[in-house]
């Protein structure tokens, strides 16, 4: 008989639960630093939990290694983990993008099927009762909380990263294993609202748009996607900003936002004059009334430079050229991304070298494995994150068997 201890109670801490107690020798005790298990699962996807992402693969990925990943996204493929839902009576449903849903779109589905499996699975569940010390000494492991110390065959440290504070995002994990000789790379926020130079955004809090967005570093292209975006009052969020928030946070650099995607900038110059040609009369602040949202264009108009008191029917070419340049490449200089709290991932974490991929053991400390947020191991938004959880806390659960 083993007995394991699992240190936190989120996604992959579940996961990791879930797949030790399938078999029924193991004696497992999950403890949770919050007052109830999957806190933080409850907010992911604004509530709805997107729970995977069906073309989820290595690139995907970001971290130090990202090749480390590889063995647990191919021992348990998002096709795996659907079925393995199903399995415990969640019925997903696939959106836009790959990107996975309950059939309920609620989160609270999701961590429903997750406690009742649990409690089903006999796992000793201890809610409020967080690590404080993971000890190894004679090749004998312990755990030790406020309330008791556990001595345990194997240990699985699942505790998220920084990432959400106010969720339940903590440091908990990165403590315990770098105290067992494990390094730390630098934490970043990601999947954040980016900010920046805030001139322009502040006027454009809460409108939303579909653009393709790129992020330069100078001359060098950082990264592009494309996606819904949300102006804020210090820079811009929403699932197409969280693409770039890692590479913001860590190298800064410029946007440049073309909010036309769908035409070209030819396209974009016809379409302007025949705004002029239909409506002589109207005001320059209104020439892109059918392509963008109206706040959303004035602002455009005066980063141009034309003036948007002026009459329509007075602009020459070259400045229907420009205010078409301006709509497909509206700058905006990154200063940086809102803090900890309001990420959803963190970026970094407990380096991957030090542990095996195949089982996710220590290479330091057998019988200690790691899983999910607490490795320098982030994805993408789009439900790649909690893939990985789900992946790497199952590759954890089975204990390098």
């Known amino acids: 008989m083993k007995t394991v201890v699992v240190i936190g109670g989120g996604a992959s801490g579940m996961a990791a639960a879930l ?7 193991n004696t497992v005790i999950l403890l949770e630093r919050q007052s109830r298990v999957g806190r933080k699962l409850l907010a992911t996807g604004n509530g709805r939990c997107n729970l995977t992402n069906t073309g989820a693969a290595i690139k995907n990925y970001h971290g130090e290694s990202v090749s480390f990943a590889q063995k647990a996204l191919d021992a348990f493929s998002p096709a795996e983990a659907i079925s393995w839902f199903r399995a415990l009576g969640l019925v997903t449903v696939e959106q836009y993008g790959g990107r996975v849903f309950p059939l309920s779109d609620s989160a609270g589905s999701v961590l429903d099927v997750l406690r009742f499996a649990l409690d089903a699975a006999g796992v000793d569940v201890r809610p409020g009762e967080p690590a404080t010390r993971l000890l190894s000494r004679g090749g004998r492991l312990s755990v030790v909380t406020e309330k008791a110390s556990y ?8 505790c998220g990263g920084k990432a959400g504070g106010k969720l339940g995002g903590v440091t908990d994990g990165y403590e315990l294993l770098t105290s067992l000789g494990h390094h730390c790379t ?14 322009y955004p502040r006027s454009l809090k809460g409108v939303r748009a579909e653009a393709a ?28 900003a969280f693409d770039l928030s890692r590479e913001a946070a860590v190298k800064g650099g410029e946007l440049v936002l073309d909010l036309l995607p769908c035409l070209s900038e030819e396209e974009t110059i016809s379409m302007l004059r025949r705004r002029q040609k239909l409506s002589p009369e109207l005001e320059n602040g209104s020439v892109f009334a059918g392509l963008l949202h109206s706040r ?11 003036r948007p008191s002026d009459n329509i029917g007075g602009l020459s070419g070259r400045d229907l050229a420009v205010l078409a340049q301006t709509a497909k490449a509206f700058r ?32 330091l400390v057998p019988g200690v494995f790691a899983c999910g947020e607490v490795l320098d191991l982030d994805g993408d938004c789009g439900g790649y994150n909690l893939q990985w959880a789900w992946a790497s806390g199952r590759l954890a659960g089975r204990l390098g068997i």
């Not at 630098?186 to 001139?199: E, G, R, S």
Request: zero cysteines.
């Open 213 to 240: 967005l790129k992020l330069f570093r100078g001359d060098e292209l950082l990264k592009e996607t494309r996606g819904e975006l949300q102006f804020t009052e210090k820079g811009v969020s929403g699932p197409a």
């Open 186 to 199: 630098p934490l970043y926020p990601a999947l954040v609202p980016i900010k920046t130079d805030t001139d």
């Open 19 to 25: 797949t030790a107690a399938e078999k029924k020798e």
């Open 296 to 306: 959303l264009g004035m602002v455009v108009v005066r980063a141009s430079g034309v």
């Open 332 to 363: 905006l200089r990154v200063m940086g991304t809102d803090s900890f709290d309001n990420a959803q991932v963190t970026a970094g974490g407990i380096r991957t070298e030090e542990f095996n991929p195949d089982t996710l053991e220590s290479r």
């Open 151 to 158: 001595r345990a065959d194997a240990v699985i440290v699942a």
